[in-house]
Nanobody, 121 residues
Framework: VQLQASGGGLVQPGGSLRLPCAAS????????IGWFRQAPGKEREGVSC????????YHADSVKGRFTISRDNAKNTVYLQMNSLKPEDTAVYYC???????????????WGQGTLVTVSS
């Protein structure tokens, strides 16, 4: 079971990025997937998650209206579309299997390697 996040990079404030989280060795169809981020000197924050059962999603208040999580089971990939990026979104972003419920990302496991997103002019 392995997840791999990618798609990070340097983007100007107000810009957009899409981060894929690709799975290998297992099918994402049966897993809730979450995105987390950790900025330098800060605790890890749960950003977004998507349910495997009904496709319902949760987004933290800090990204609501700007970030969208989606899944493409045919490609075995979950995406985090990030729009209207702000400098405070700068962090290493990770994906993991979770239980996406109660507006929380519970029981994170199977962490992928992170991808660095830097928002700066």
């Amino acid at each position: 079971v392995q997840l791999q996040a990618s798609g990070g990079g340097l983007v100007q404030p107000g810009g957009s990025l899409r981060l894929p989280c690709a799975a290998s060795g297992f099918s994402l169809d049966y897993y809730d997937i979450g995105w987390f981020r950790q900025a330098p000197g800060k605790e890890r924050e749960g950003v977004s998650c998507i349910s495997s059962s009904d496709g319902s999603t949760y987004h933290a208040d800090s990204v609501k209206g700007r970030f969208t999580i989606s899944r493409d089971n045919a490609k075995n990939t979950v995406y985090l579309q990030m729009n209207s990026l702000k400098p405070e979104d700068t962090a290493v972003y990770y994906c993991a299997t979770v239980v996406c419920a109660l507006s929380r990302l519970l029981r994170p496991d199977n962490w992928g390697q992170g991808t660095l997103v830097t928002v700066s002019s």
